[in-house]
């Protein structure tokens, strides 16, 4: 049985996979960039606003980049059973519902809350999930 967890963030990603001896830990980063309104078009009033701004553009264009940010991490957990999420934002919830749209036989168990976090602890969270008390081996 195959299990992982992992964290993420809009900034990055750590896939924590449980194996028998040491969990392999695999990190990605999103490569979203970061959103703020720059610029922007002159109206043709004379001495008018400069706020003409496409901003679809700039929506359409974070969407594509968190799809992909997605699929990364989606290619690295697609050979395991059950997928511990967790971590702080919405982040997750995309993810989820990525894996859930995916074609993969992918099992998201749980989405959880979590801070920001060493990468001991999250490696410690995701043994500490899938412990023999919630997910008995055999």
Not at 68 to 92: C, M, N, Q, T, W
Request: no cysteine; hydrophobic share 35%.
């Amino acid at each position: 049985m195959n299990r992982a967890g992992v964290w993420l963030d809009f900034k990055e990603a750590n896939i924590i996979k449980l194996t028998f001896e040491e969990p392999i830990i695999e990190h990605i980063e999103s490569e979203i960039e970061p959103y703020h309104v720059v610029g922007g078009a002159r109206s043709k009033t004379p001495w008018g606003p400069m706020d003409n701004v496409s901003e679809s553009k700039a929506l359409e264009r974070k969407k594509q980049q968190r799809r992909r940010y997605y699929e990364s991490i989606i290619e690295k957990v697609k050979e395991v059973d059950k997928l511990y999420i967790f971590g702080p934002a919405e982040a997750k919830i995309g993810l989820g519902q990525a894996v859930v749209e995916s074609n993969y036989p992918v099992n998201v168990v749980s989405m959880e809350n979590a801070d920001s976090m060493t990468l001991n602890q999250k490696v410690a969270k995701t043994k500490a999930f899938f412990s023999k008390e919630r997910f008995p081996i055999g």
